[in-house]
Every structure is written in C-alpha cells, then in structure tokens.
C-alpha cells in the first residue's frame, strides 16, 4: 500500500502505468526524501547522481542501493481528498544476498533492510527511532 497526498509526478505516473518501485530504508533515506520533496515536475529534479536498474518483472526503475525492493502492481486505487491510497500487489521483490540467509533470523535481517516508516509528518527507522522531520534528510543528500 502506498498513500500519496497532493499533485505529484509520481501519483501520475502510478496512474498512468499501473506500477512503480517502492520501500524506503535508511541507507536510502536522503535520496527517497529530496524525490519525495523536490517538486516532480520540476526539470532539474533529476539532475542528481542516482543508481538504478530496470524491475526484473516490471518496466520500472529501481534504486541499486537499496538492500531490498519491491516491484508492486497497482490493484486498486482509493481517491480521499488530495490524496490517493494505492492497493498493490508484491509482483517481485529485489533483495540482497545476505537477506535470503535462512540461518539469519528475522530481526537480524529486518536490521539489515533498515525499513523507514512515516507518520505525522516524521520519519522512523523499523525500531521506532525519529529519524527526523520530512525535508530534512535530504539536505545530506543535495550536493
């Protein structure tokens, strides 16, 4: 699930194609809040330094830094107010080889990924760490 408020690039481009690539970890971080912040319609909003490769199951870009990605597919889509709340489904999942050790238990490989989550404008790593206020991350990231 992904939920997108106000007019932005990515929400038209979900829309328009039907999937996209997704999940937020702390290695990637700064990259993911300056794309989430700088204006999408913006034509300098790519002239950054930017690792990516192509789904393995979808045509859509995925960011190589991340230690695990997901290539979800729009299933359906629920417009409230300004925003949109994006049902998918998982139709692939990047990971790096170290997450698929099966001797490796949940949390030491949930530590690996290093999930982000987001409320309240804030940004929190999987344990429940504040992260910082969205804006602010990528200010590490603009060069």
């Given at each position: 699930m992904a939920c997108i408020a106000g007019d932005k690039l990515t929400k038209d481009r979900i829309r328009e194609k039907g999937f996209f690539s997704k999940l937020v970890t702390e290695s990637i971080l700064p990259l993911a809040d300056y794309l989430g912040n700088k204006e999408g319609y913006s034509p300098d909003k790519m002239?950054?330094?930017i690792n990516t490769k192509k789904g393995e199951v979808l045509d859509v870009p995925t960011l190589t830094d991340s230690p695990?990605?997901?290539e979800p597919e729009l299933a359906e889509s629920i417009?409230?107010?300004d925003g949109?709340?994006?049902l998918c489904k998982i139709r692939?999942?990047?990971?790096e080889q170290g997450l698929l050790d099966k001797e490796?238990?949940?949390e030491d490989r949930l530590r690996q990924i290093a999930p982000v989550?987001?409320?309240c404008s804030t940004y929190f790593s999987w344990s429940g760490k504040e992260l910082g206020p969205w804006g602010e991350p990528r200010k590490d990231y603009i060069m």
């Amino acid at each position: 699930m992904a939920c997108i408020a106000g007019d932005k690039l990515t929400k038209d481009r979900i829309r328009e194609k039907g999937f996209f690539s997704k999940l937020v970890t702390e290695s990637i971080l700064p990259l993911a809040d300056y794309l989430g912040n700088k204006e999408g319609y913006s034509p300098d909003k790519m002239n950054i330094s930017i690792n990516t490769k192509k789904g393995e199951v979808l045509d859509v870009p995925t960011l190589t830094d991340s230690p695990l990605t997901f290539e979800p597919e729009l299933a359906e889509s629920i417009c409230i107010g300004d925003g949109d709340v994006f049902l998918c489904k998982i139709r692939n999942v990047l990971a790096e080889q170290g997450l698929l050790d099966k001797e490796k238990g949940l949390e030491d490989r949930l530590r690996q990924i290093a999930p982000v989550k987001t409320t309240c404008s804030t940004y929190f790593s999987w344990s429940g760490k504040e992260l910082g206020p969205w804006g602010e991350p990528r200010k590490d990231y603009i060069m």
